[in-house]
């Protein structure tokens, strides 16, 4: 298994404005370090409090980052956001973000996470919240805006142990594995009081997944990952607290709130796809999608008509050494040629060329 270590460039300490660098907070290969993640079985992990799992990520810099851009006083950062940092990082422990795509590393899950996080509070920086609003209204509401923005990083993908994942989870004495069903609770809470607790990361097979549930799901979660404080907080402006429930609920996608999560979940997945972590669990089945993408653009170009070149109405030219290609036409091309070719394969919709 992979150690992590934070690498926070200078520019996030800039407040407002674009943050270019936000995500480039977590995570790289580093030397070895504590804590110890492997589990007694390969490919079976421990079950880990907040502080080793955020320590195995060497996440301290990023936590101070995330603090001083949201502009919080540091008691209500302490009692409000960060007890819900280490709530999330408790229920997805190591799990990856996904199969074959993006963070499909242990600990992919979390690093995205807080990726999400610093970058969507940088940015929320930025802009002037409640839309609309006038100035007043928008400095009294500073804080409870950060919270909603935050709470929607972090919750962003919080339900995909429901969805794409099964875990199973043991102790000692146990005489056999437990599903692990995320709504009693995290595998923390669950193997309370039990020695060398320990889960395996399995995926569900493709053809149950539901890809659109986890952000439908996310809203279901919100209670066992705020703190009381930080949702009565909320609760006192009730526009703030709907537009929150409307984002985890699956309802809100154009809001400016949503607008801004997007944006960092983008920039995340884009510098993991570039630059990040190639490795995969050993129980995932799935095809990388790059690897996807350019085995279905060789063997469409191999055909010699999925692809015309250097012809009328042809999808791109070569010239000088260079390939040249008419983007969507081959973006669509290849989405087609992958679906006649390889059904059970998943691939990003019509709307993610």
Known sequence: LKRWRSVLPKALGRRGGQAPSAVEALPSPAAPGPPSVEGSQRGWLRVLPAQDLLASLRADQALEALWRQSRLAEPVW?????????????????MPASESHHHAHVGGLLAHTLEMALAAVTWRNGHLLPTGAGIEQIDEERDVWTYVVFFAALLHDIAKPLTDL????????????????????????????????????????????????????????????????????????????????????????????????????????????????????????SVPLIELLMNALKSMLRSGTALPLNRSGAAGWVHDGSVWLVAKRV?????????????????PGDNKN
């Open 78 to 94: 302490a009692r409000d956001l960060l007890p819900a940092i280490h709530r999330h990082a408790e229920f997805v422990q190591l």
């Open 166 to 285: 099964r875990i199973q989870w043991r102790a000692a004495q146990m005489p056999e594995p437990l599903r692990w069903t995320p709504v009693a609770g995290s595998l923390v809470q669950l193997a309370h009081g039990r020695r060398d607790a320990e889960y395996l990361v399995e995926f569900t097979p493709k053809s149950m997944r539901d890809y659109g549930a986890h952000s439908r799901l996310a809203v279901t979660l919100l209670g066992q990952i705020a703190p009381p404080t930080a949702l009565s907080f909320m609760a006192r402006t009730p526009q703030a607290m709907e537009v929150l429930v409307q984002y985890l609920s699956g309802l809100d996608k154009t809001s400016l709130v949503a607008r801004i999560v997007s944006r960092a979940d983008q920039a995340s997945t884009q510098k993991a796809l570039l630059s990040g972590n190639r490795a995969r669990f050993d129980t995932a089945t």
């Open 331 to 347: 973006a669509d091309g290849v989405r087609a040629w992958i679906r006649q070719h390889a059904p059970d394969e998943s691939i």
